[in-house]
T-cell receptor
Framework: DTAVSQTPKYLVTQMGNDKSIKCEQNLGHDTMYWYKQDSKKFLKIMFSYNNKELIINETVPNRFSPKSPDKAHLNLHINSLELGDSAVYFC????????????FGPGTRLTVL | AQSVTQLGSHVSVSEGALVLLRCNYSSSVPPYLFWYVQYPNQGLQLLLKYTSAATLVKGINGFEAEFKKSETSFHLTKPSAHMSDAAEYFCAVSEGYSTLTFGKGTMLLVSP
C-alpha cells in the first residue's frame, strides 16, 4: 500500500511543452505539498494545499500551477517547460498544517531537453 | 526566518564506526526539528523529529539526535554504522504553518 504516490516516475520532454505530474495520498491527510529538488539535492517547497485551498505559494514562476481536485490529490501542471525546470519533484502530505510529519512520495524526475 | 546548516556535504565512515551528522538551525521561535533520509532514487523518509518534549530523540534504524538549544544544534548520531546506512540525510526545521525548511543534505558513505 503506497501512502503517497506520484506519476509518472520519469518524464522526458522538449522545451516549450506542457506537462503534468499527478500525486495521490491514501493517508487521509488534509495537507499536501510540492517540493523541487535541484541537481545539487537542495529541496525547496513550492506549494502547499490544505483541504484543497492554497496556503503556501513560494516564489515560483506562473508557469507552474497546482490543482487539487480533492483532499487526496494534488497535481502539478507546468506550461512552457524550460531547461531550468529539470529537477526531481516530490509530493508530500501531512495530517495538519503545522508541524506534523510530512510523508513524501517517490519523486518524479523531470528532464527538459 | 528559519534556516538550517548542515556541516559537510559528505561524511565517510567505516562499517561499525560512529556516525555523526551535524545540523545547526536558526529560528525565531521554538523550532520543530526533523531528520529525513533519502536512499538513491527514492523519496524522503522520516528518521526522527523533535517537538519540544525530550531533548534526546530516538528514531528508526538505531539513529538518535539531541536538541541543544544553547548551541542551536540537532546533530544526528548512530553508534555503529551499517552498509545499509549509506544515503543522503537532510535536517529540516519548522516554525509551523506548513513551512519546512531543509538543509542542503549530507551524503553518508560507509566503507567495509
Amino acid at each position: 500500500d503506497t501512502a503517497v504516490s506520484q506519476t509518472p516516475k520519469y518524464l522526458v520532454t522538449q522545451m516549450g511543452n506542457d506537462k503534468s505530474i499527478k500525486c495521490e495520498q491514501n493517508l487521509g491527510h488534509d495537507t499536501m505539498y510540492w517540493y523541487k529538488q535541484d541537481s545539487k539535492k537542495f529541496l525547496k517547497i513550492m506549494f502547499s494545499y490544505n483541504n484543497k485551498e492554497l496556503i503556501i505559494n513560494e516564489t515560483v514562476p506562473n508557469r507552474f500551477s497546482p490543482k487539487s481536485p480533492d483532499k487526496a490529490h494534488l497535481n502539478l501542471h507546468i506550461n512552457s517547460l524550460e531547461l531550468g525546470d529539470s529537477a526531481v519533484y516530490f509530493c508530500a502530505s501531512s495530517r495538519g498544517r503545522d508541524t506534523d510529519t510530512q510523508y513524501f512520495g517517490p519523486g518524479t524526475r523531470l528532464t527538459v531537453l | 526566518a528559519q534556516s538550517v546548516t548542515q556541516l559537510g556535504s559528505h561524511v565517510s565512515v567505516s562499517e561499525g564506526a560512529l556516525v555523526l551528522l551535524r545540523c545547526n538551525y536558526s529560528s525565531s521561535v521554538p523550532p520543530y526539528l526533523f531528520w529525513y533520509v533519502q536512499y538513491p532514487n527514492q523519496g524522503l523518509q522520516l528518521l526522527l523529529k523533535y517537538t519540544s518534549a525530550a531533548t534526546l530523540v530516538k528514531g528508526i534504524n538505531g539513529f538518535e539526535a539531541e536538541f541543544k538549544k544553547s548551541e542551536t544544534s540537532f546533530h544526528l548520531t548512530k553508534p555503529s554504522a551499517h552498509m545499509s546506512d549509506a544515503a543522503e540525510y537532510f535536517c529540516a526545521v519548522s516554525e509551523g504553518y506548513s513551512t519546512l525548511t531543509f538543509g542542503k543534505g549530507t551524503m553518508l558513505l560507509v566503507s567495509p
